[in-house]
């Protein structure tokens, strides 16, 4: 099995184009083949380096290696060979009259009456070789188009890996084409030759391409006498029922702002892989390990799948089904990995110090694994964690409530003179301390363990505040104490 994505270079990374390249990642990797990437950028004007390094950034943070990379630009003398190929074997011809009928992919979205209107070209189908020839010769321009027999009764028929058995009437397919008037091939030349010579197995795309596919099928026949075999994919929409664009619907539709708002790629990729494929059992959570052994075409939905999300609030955009699941991914991924992530998220806030990968490891291994409880995006642990990595953090307000409670703040800096003197300093000491100093003194053992916290994280809720002296260490709690 090998199976490709093939973005074109002309715009961001798509959720939509990402979770194609999910799917057909999920499906060679459990079936042990290869994923080739191949990025389509044969249309020049369209196709930009800006756009090519997102999108290999965007794949690049889903962490799904591939196998194999080609550009499509770089096969142009390959599509030219097929085309002359194609010419000479009478399943393509010359239109001399290219300003009549599409001369470009997008034909097919042609309202139906027009595309009716090219659907064969009278006259220049049945040029014969010799005139056709000649006035190529001259250089007249034209536009090579595929022959559809549309002499024939019959038409295109295929078993789609999603959607099933698919056909469609010679007669409804118009002679598209394969070669621009200015030389270049089209999509159709470009992938169904690449997708020949690259022994592209399987192809899944978005359900958009099933017109192509009737032509690509036509073409890949005349290429190498077989095809591949073909799925689509449900749409996404949105909310309101339109097709997610950028346009409309905003940054939720570029994966790059997913990462950018902290999103783990696991979380991510489980989050799409939702998206149009339902497991079996319903489990909703997936590790990569979990996604990889359960994948199923089969469980590929046949509805279109629509994101959910509050289109009015630009600064809350994200879907809340993803920030749920990145929530359970952050807390329930082994610590060590999750603190692959978490690094440049704490290099990006300047508290990073180079102890952390050596003799505090543990400690900050633990402080993660701690504070990680409450938190669902990697942006927490810059946001909302500075007063474990750092001692400059302030106080938030609900926080500076507890420490302005009666007696708090004598409470606590009696607390910091009997946990200097403690030989031991745990959990365990630290809670008896506390609790023994708020009994003598009359109060309750929360009005300290509330204050503490607050002095300790600057935050009115964390991990258990036992656990919090214990990650802050014993001469921290003491001066933060005193501080107060
Ligand atoms: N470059 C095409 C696109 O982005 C590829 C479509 C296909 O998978 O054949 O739509």
Redesign the pocket.
């Known amino acids: 099995m090998r199976v490709?994505?093939?973005?074109?270079p002309?715009g961001f990374l798509h959720i939509g184009?990402a979770r194609?390249f999910l799917f057909n990642w999920l499906y060679a990797r459990q079936h042990k083949g290869e994923v080739v990437l191949?990025i389509?950028d044969t249309d020049l004007e369209r196709s930009t380096d800006a756009s090519l390094r997102t999108i290999l950034e965007g794949l690049e943070w889903l962490e799904l290696a591939w196998d194999e990379q080609h550009y499509?630009s770089q096969r142009r003398e390959r599509h030219a060979l097929a085309a002359e190929a194609l010419l000479a074997k009478g399943a393509a011809y010359r239109d001399f009259t290219p300003a009549s009928g599409p001369d470009d992919d997008k034909a097919s979205d042609a309202p139906d009456g027009k595309r009716k209107a090219w659907l064969s070209n009278p006259g220049q189908r049945e040029l014969s070789r010799e005139e056709s020839d000649r006035r190529a010769a001259a250089g007249e321009p034209f536009v090579l188009r595929f022959r559809t027999p549309h002499e024939l009764d019959g038409g295109v028929a295929f078993k789609d890996l999603v959607y099933g058995k698919q056909f469609r009437k010679f007669a409804d397919l118009e002679d598209f084409a394969l070669v621009r008037s200015d030389g270049a091939p089209t999509?159709h030349l470009a992938?169904c030759v690449d997708?020949v010579e690259l022994r592209i197995s399987h192809?899944?795309?978005?359900q958009?391409?099933l017109t192509?596919t009737f032509k690509?099928i036509q073409l890949f026949e005349a290429l190498s006498g077989s095809h591949p075999q073909l799925g689509h994919l449900p749409l996404l929409l949105g909310p309101d029922g339109s097709k997610l664009s950028k346009r409309r619907h905003g940054p939720i539709v570029s994966v790059v702002n997913y990462r950018d708002a902290g999103f783990l790629p696991q979380a991510f990729i489980n989050f799409m892989a939702l998206l149009g494929w339902s497991p079996k059992g319903n489990q909703e959570v997936l590790s990569q390990q979990e996604l990889e052994a359960k994948f199923d075409v089969s469980g590929i939905l046949r509805t279109n799948a629509v994101v959910q999300f509050d289109e009015t609030s630009a600064d809350n955009w994200a879907p809340p089904k993803a920030v749920w699941l990145n929530g359970q991914h952050l807390r329930s991924m082994p610590v060590e990995q999750l603190m692959r992530y978490v690094k440049p998220e704490l290099e990006k806030a300047g508290w990073w110090k180079p102890e952390f990968d050596g003799a505090e490891r543990e400690k900050i291994l633990a402080t993660v694994d701690a504070i990680r409880s409450r938190y669902t995006l990697l942006s927490d642990f810059s946001l909302r964690a500075k007063a474990y990595f750092s001692d400059e953090f302030e106080i938030e307000d609900k926080a500076v409530e507890n420490l302005n409670k009666e007696g708090a703040r004598d409470g606590l800096r009696a607390l910091a003179d009997r946990l200097e003197a403690l030989p031991q300093f745990n959990h365990d000491t630290v809670e008896e301390a506390l609790r023994s100093l708020a009994d003598e003194r009359g109060v309750k053992p929360g009005l300290l363990i509330n204050g503490a916290r607050a002095a300790l994280s600057g935050q009115s809720v964390g991990p258990s505040a036992f656990e919090v002296f214990e990650l802050i260490g014993k001469d921290k709690t003491v001066a933060r104490l005193r501080a107060v």
Request: charged share 25%.
């Open positions: 490709r994505f093939a973005p074109s002309t184009g194609t191949r389509d499509q999509y992938s997708d192809i899944i795309r978005g958009d391409h192509n690509h």
